[in-house]
């Protein structure tokens, strides 16, 4: 995608306050043209707030809402080129699933012959042709989405923007129409907008995910970069998982260098380089488990020149994964760390003991060390 | 409660009062009244089973067709006022603010504690031609005429010379004001009850896809609540088509309907058979639209259920 092609949609300064409570805090973010944009965070995060502002189901206190160029401020939803697919879905339950996808177009006025083509046309897309005439109430959960869908799709948007879109699916579906809806949008080829609290999502389907907490933008960046380069330990956090170790202390070394004291790893010499630039609130020391190696005896191997941090302790729980396993180490310093190793190295290590003495290592340049916050000034 | 069987003793121990309750004081009385009907007067005050027809052959003559003629257009129209009035009514409560909402139930339900009769003695006082609804239309009127003065059009007349104080009280206008000021709480509260229950995303959705405020209400809001509204109707309609206080307080003996006729059957006109005759008849039409409402209800149930 050319990044200089200007945004879809661009969001400036949104603040809203519901009474006294802050639902989203100074949001700013663009969404380019033909890509599938996750906004992402736990419950409460203030996410569906922004897309329901996006719509036009919401007013923003502050800031405005420009899509394709053109100020939405005092625009109502249903003068907005964008639509929406609900959590619910909310398929008209007293119309027929033609009836219900050919809804926004008969507001248009258009003849009933193109409208005809038009639901005909869309109901193939998702698979529903034979399905014209049922009530929603034949349909599956799954199925009521497709209708969702194509009601939404039919008026070609600028912009499609999903509620919590899988949340209400059974497991195996979901997988099945993450998939779909991938391909759904490479073949209609306009922006998708999808809220989510499930990171595996995001990183599956999003092209870019913006990280909200408590109504804040932590951090947007691409999936690769979210889980590589997490700007806080709330973002390292809620994506994937990670060995977190709190600093309790820091002392200034030579040069800009520190030497960063936990109560699990001991005193850690970190350079200068790897100190985060900006953020407020205690360090953490991060490392994901893949990156964790464990053995009898830590083993200087193919590491950047940073040098390694290694920990001993005492093997704990093995878990299962198939064609990996999760290693629990019991640290002597407290705590425990998880190590993802391979399925030859599993069976090695579950040669011995639970119990016995094992040493957990990383390389330096795997190590991330956060602020609490990196958005707090 | 499925366990009765086993435990038939405790079954009749907490059953018995109140089926003894409802046999004595309801099947039986009602039995009495259904065989009156098949009877004949004779002398003063017997009553001779004869298994005539007669009584109900005189419901086809005309004075009791257009009664009941009568008694249904005055119940339909004041139905479909309650409704046009309660919807609003209705939405508000609806969309109110959590906190603010038991007050305005409170608001709907508080006429109930109060006793019927002293209710529609009040609404003498209003409707009456020196009452306080006519005293606004004679403000309103002055005020009128006061303005047609001053814009130099006060010679005409054109509101007449003088306030003519509009006749209520034994007119169907104010039968029909006392049946709906009176049933208004049981239209509201059905339509709060499907509003309340309705998902606000089916409006969101109608707005997103383009349709205007007043189409979604018309296509989405008024389909998706025709259940209260069904629900509504029946519960005020039936209630109306039996009343008898409010014709024959309001109506002065000029606006009769079923009831008030029916009283007089058991009283002055002292034609027991033919009295029981009329309120059977007037039972089985509720029966008959309790029987559709109920039909309806399950139906819309059986989809919601569908619905998940």
Known sequence: MNKSESPIISVKGVTKRFGSFTALQDISLDIRPGEIFALLGPSGCGKSTLLRI??????????????????????????????????????????????NVAYGLKLERRPAAEIREKVAEA??????????????????GGQRQRVALARALVKRPKVLLLDEPLSALDAKLRDAMRLELVKLQESVGVSFVIVTHDQSEALAMADRIAVLKDGVLRQLDSPAALYKRPVDRFVADFIGSINMFA??????????????????LGAIAVPAAHLPAAGKGALTLAVRPERVKVGAKAQKEAQGEGGLVSVAGRLGDVAFQGNSSIVEVLLEGGGSLSALVSEAEADHLMQAESGSPITAWWALDDMLILPENATAA | MESYRRN?????????????????????????????SFGETEGLTKIRLTWTLENYKRLLEPEIISLFWRSVWLSVISTAICIVISYPIAMVIATAKAKWKPWLLLVIILPFWTNLLIRTYALLNILGTRGRLNDLLHWLWSAGDRAL????????????????????????????????????????????????????????????????????????????????????????????????????????????????????????????????????????????????????????????????
Request: no cysteine; proline share 5%.
């Open chain 1, 247 to 264: 600093v309790t202390g820091r002392r200034a070394e030579g040069g800009d260098a520190a030497r960063l004291e936990t109560a699990e």
């Open chain 2, 149 to 308: 003065s001053m814009i130099g059009l006060g010679d005409y007349h054109l509101l007449g010379e003088r306030f003519v104080p509009v006749k209520f009280l034994g007119e169907p206008a104010g039968v029909m004001i006392g049946l709906v000021y009176v049933y208004l709480p049981f239209a509201v509260l059905p339509i709060y009850a499907s509003l309340e229950r309705l998902d606000r995303s089916y409006l969101e959705a109608s707005l997103d896809l383009g349709a205007s405020q007043w189409r979604t209400f018309r296509q989405i809001l008024l389909p998706l609540s025709s259940g209260g509204i069904n629900t509504a109707m029946v519960i005020t309609f039936i209630p109306m088509l039996g009343s008898f206080l409010i014709p024959d307080l309001l109506g002065r003996g000029q606006v009769d309907m079923i009831a008030n006729v029916i009283e007089r059957q058991f009283k002055s006109g002292n034609d027991w058979p033919f009295g029981s005759a009329l309120s059977l008849f007037l039972l089985y039409i509720t029966f008959i639209l309790l029987a559709l409402q109920s039909f309806h209800a399950m139906r819309q149930r059986k989809r919601e259920e569908a619905r998940g």
């Open chain 1, 54 to 99: 996006i719509a036009g189901l919401e007013t923003a206190t502050e800031g405005t809402v420009a899509i394709d160029g053109q100020d939405m401020t005092g625009i109502p939803a249903n003068k907005r080129p964008v639509n929406m697919v609900f959590q619910s879905y909310a398929v008209f339950p007293h119309m027929s699933v033609a009836d």
């Open chain 1, 123 to 140: 109901l193939a897309q998702v698979h529903l042709s034979d399905f014209a005439h049922r009530k929603p109430d034949q349909l599956s």
């Open chain 2, 8 to 36: 038939f003793r405790a079954f009749l121990a907490f059953f018995t009062p109140s089926f003894a309750w409802l046999g004595l004081f309801f099947f039986v009385p009602l039995g009495i009244i259904w065989l009156y």
